[in-house]
């Protein structure tokens, strides 16, 4: 498989905790975000959207979506599983996924954060600080709840093996720490990162490890 | 079961056109987003997240995240599917949903066009027009595109039955219209949508026959 990435995305992040996790390898292209790489009419070809990640198969077929795509991993790789067998602990995962997936990185993502410094001209330490801090501060805490709303955490977001959940939550947080974000009040969260962190798999994806990393 | 709802909010239309397509009867509570009622403490007990919709079964748990609820639906009332079965068919359903749940709909919602005008200064008709605008017509042309690189749409997203792209997909183009944005240059996205309003399933989801329009 090829892995079209870049090594501070959170997406690319994911997915390159997911492969590793389930043992597959794959060729890594690197898409440079800064020197809009993501937008050049090879790249548009295999994904439309214009984002990284997008994982081609040996039939040349390009999957894109982070989340839809770890989930098609876990349907054709099914070992280790990264989502439980029971529906309401599969829900589980895939809310814990979406309140990160959908609620918190999106609103964050370099493009938003380009266009709000960009053609809404709002002063750039301005959106690092008081955009950026303010998504984290309302998602780090509506995620910390609803986990401990749900307890079903043991080391990991669910129990104790890593799922999609986890896969997802290492990159969020690895961000909110990049952009010195506050997150001391969030216990439950920091402690489920720092057990992902002793993982080897999820320490080979880390972005300083990638061989575009800068 | 009794779905937690706001007649506006696209996260819960979704999930009342997937309640519809499977024929599952459902009590209604509406909760308010203008009067802030998603933020009451007894509703936060139910949806730490604040956010609609949930939807609450006959034992009593609380399902967030429409599109993990969707999942959890599918997955416990399998008739008619809302997923297909093959898992790159699955991919992809999940994909065009995720397009639209992560990459446009998080951007446009309320609660980012309320901090956006409020805390941020933004004048609010510039809001509503440059930036919601923006993400609509960049999110549609990446939806669009996505959709005719698979080629695997018939009447509607995949095939010619309604899957939860499909649940998704309708949502998001109301609200675009509600916003008076031009998507003339998406006649694809156009016919999907007009296809799925024949459903009576999402007729009756519809935002304006819902007991809390106004």
Redesign the interface.
Known sequence: MELYTFFRSSASYRLRIALALKGLEYRSHFVSLPKMEHRDAAY?KIN????VPALVDDQG?A???S???I??LD??HPEPPLLPKD??A??YV??V???I???I???NNVR?LK?LKG??G?DAARVDR??YG?WIAEGFR?LE??L??QGRHGRFCLGDQPTMADVCLVPQVFNAERFNCDISGFPLVRRLYAACLELPAVQAAHPARQGDAF
């Open positions: 548009l439309p959207q214009g984002l077929r999957f894109i979506q989340m839809a795509t989930e098609y349907e054709t529906p309401v599969r829900w895939r809310a996924s979406q309140i997936g959908c609620d990185h999106p609103l938003v266009f053609p809404f709002i008081e955009w303010h509506d709840g609803f401990t709303q």
